[in-house]
């Protein structure tokens, strides 16, 4: 069974750091496609960053672009999102999602099939 577990929320000023980790057990996950997620009261879930396992190639949302990066550790079969000079509109719950079609990138909620239960990440003004 899949799992995947998110942890590094949390409250922080504005241009501030904050390290999420998304843990993942019950599978081998070199081939999978993971990302990151968020959703703001009242709004969608929306991409935010991720990463092909398989080539460590990673994709970012333009808004976030410059200040967040993402990697992963095969060894540990976890994903890491580093994000550095964050803003009041980045508050959000962040989800980290995986999916073993993984031929193609793709930034939809849909194309993901399992989901961390998300994590807090809160920036004051």
């Known amino acids: 069974q899949v799992q995947l577990v998110e942890s590094g929320g949390g409250l922080v000023q504005a241009g501030g750091s904050l390290r999420l980790s998304c843990a993942a057990s019950g599978r081998t996950f070199s081939n999978y496609n993971m990302g990151w997620f968020r959703q703001a009261p009242g709004k969608e879930r929306e991409f935010v960053a991720g990463i092909k396992m398989s080539a460590s190639s990673t994709y970012f949302a333009d808004s976030v672009k410059g200040r967040f990066t993402v990697s992963g550790d095969n060894a540990k079969n976890t994903v890491y999102l580093q994000m550095n000079s964050l803003k009041p509109e980045d508050t959000a719950v962040y989800y980290c999602?995986?999916?073993?079609?993984?031929?193609?990138?793709?930034?939809?909620?849909?194309?993901?099939?399992?989901w961390g239960q998300g994590t807090q990440v809160t920036v004051s003004s």
């Open positions: 999602a995986a999916t073993a079609r993984a031929s193609l990138w793709s930034v939809y909620p849909r194309s993901f099939d399992y």
